[in-house]
């Protein structure tokens, strides 16, 4: 999965040329580990607006 493809390459060492960046909501993710937060956050919210909108589909379908 992705998540153990990330966590072999965290554990090699394999970010270590990671670059600092800004994001355009002004979150700055100066070093791996907290892009790596970030990144899972930001997941999170995508998958809870997925979540909150098969709700409402399927709510709204069995509805006709």
Do not use: C, M
């Amino acid at each position: 999965s992705t998540i153990d493809t990330f966590e072999k390459d965290y554990l090699l060492n394999e970010f270590s040329n990671y670059k600092p960046w800004t994001t355009r909501y002004g979150t700055e993710l100066n070093d791996i580990n907290v892009a790596a937060e970030f990144l899972f956050y930001h997941e999170g919210l995508h998958y809870g607006q997925i979540t909150a909108l098969k709700k409402y589909f399927r709510k709204d379908f069995f509805r006709l």
